[in-house]
């Protein structure tokens, strides 16, 4: 816990998060969006009052992409987590208030924002979304130019992207240190957790891209590739995802038994970890049509000269190789592709 007041702004915060998913019409949804970012600015104030944040920009980069996303990595304490995450939701509300995510991506990237103002601060979940005290709501500032709107886009996807990365690791382990310790209440709550930032994967990703494809191209994309940057940036660079990647191949050394073996003796773990797998399947599909909508069939600015694929078409495998692997652990697996894989590693 770090005190009452922060209890209390993320509780209130958490309840505005809550409730977004439940206003369909733009007005309601915008005035709901701007309410959500007043009350997240609030457990800023709140947190901020306790110690001020690290001035990120003056630790060092570990790479290129942590430079190019204004993202960096060092021990913090459990306020100055809070702080620095909290700052990450807070500026996401701020943008969704005028990027055209969908209904369904905004309930999802709000979910795992809500969880993640939970986790981060220690505060109780309520369950009370229509009973937010009502607040001053600033109105939105002026004069920045539509380009100077979509590039901060850009970035600031990308940061909700990677706070929900690092706190789906987090959860993913400590379900997976529960499971080894017979814990099995704990890891479930856990494994719920995980479940929701991941299923926030896709959609802070579809938030970063909600800008038109030919600006993309034209004024971003060169950025992420040389001569801009000394190498061209890729997933593969984001640590977040890979601490994430590696939480995920210890929780299924724990528990690698088949769906229906799992199911038998433990259908609540069977459950939850099938959400999870289904979650982490959905979001490779998901990067599929996504890059597919922002590059068409262009090469990726990673892939080298001589590869054979475009960006789609690697995505695609990945998305396949995960469905392979995931097909017995699920109640509805893929059995196409995993016979498919099995027989391509056999020829």
Same mark, same amino acid.
């Given at each position: 816990m770090l005190g009452p007041r922060v209890d209390a702004e993320a509780q209130r915060t958490a309840r505005v998060l809550a409730g977004l998913a439940t206003h369909a019409r733009p007005v309601a949804r915008t005035v709901a969006l701007r309410q959500a970012a007043a009350a997240a600015g609030e457990l800023v104030a709140a947190l901020s009052a306790l110690a001020p944040a690290v001035a990120g920009e003056g630790l060092p980069a570990e790479s290129i992409s942590q430079s190019f996303f204004r993202v960096r990595e060092v021990e913090l304490s459990d306020q100055q987590a809070a702080l620095h995450g909290v700052q990450v939701v807070q500026r996401g509300l701020d943008d969704l208030c005028e990027a055209p995510l969908s209904g369904a991506d905004l309930a999802l990237e709000a979910a795992g924002m809500r969880q993640a103002v939970l986790d981060l601060t220690g505060a109780a979940p309520e369950t009370a979304p229509d009973?937010?005290?009502?607040?001053?709501?600033?109105e939105p500032a002026?004069?920045?130019?539509?380009?100077?709107?979509?590039?901060?886009?850009?970035?600031?996807?990308?940061?909700?992207?990677?706070?929900?990365?690092?706190?789906? !690791? &987090? /959860?993913?382990?400590?379900?997976? #240190? +529960?499971? @080894?310790h017979g814990e099995s209440d704990a890891a479930l709550t856990r494994l719920a957790g995980a479940t929701v930032y991941v299923r926030g994967f896709p959609a802070a990703m579809t938030h970063a891209s909600t800008v038109p494809a030919d600006y993309y191209m034209a004024a971003i994309r060169h950025t992420m590739a040389p001569p801009s940057v000394d190498v061209p940036l890729s997933g593969r660079q984001h640590r977040g995802y890979k601490l994430f990647r590696a939480a995920m191949k210890d929780l299924l050394s724990v528990v690698p038994d088949s769906y229906e073996h799992l199911v038998a003796r433990a259908p609540e773990l069977a459950e939850a970890r099938g959400a999870l797998l289904e979650a982490d399947i959905v979001d490779g599909e998901r990067h599929v049509t996504l890059a597919y909508s922002m590059v068409h069939l262009h090469?990726?600015?990673?892939?080298?000269?001589?590869?054979?694929?475009? !960006? &789609? /078409?690697?995505?695609?495998?990945? #998305? +396949?190789? @995960?469905?392979?692997?995931?097909?017995?652990?699920?109640?509805?697996?893929?059995?196409?592709?995993?016979?498919?894989?099995?027989?391509?590693?056999h020829s």
């Open positions: 009973s937010v005290t009502p607040m001053a709501i600033p002026a004069g920045s130019s539509l380009e100077s709107v979509w590039t901060a886009r850009w970035l600031i996807g990308h940061q909700v992207h990677v706070l929900f990365n690092i706190c789906a !690791a &987090v /959860a993913v382990a400590d379900a997976t #240190r +529960h499971l @080894r090469r990726s600015i990673a892939q080298k000269p001589e590869g054979p694929d475009n !960006a &789609v /078409a690697e995505l695609r495998q990945m #998305r +396949h190789r @995960r469905a392979a692997q995931y097909a017995s652990l699920i109640r509805f697996g893929d059995h196409y592709i995993a016979d498919a894989v099995a027989g391509l590693r």
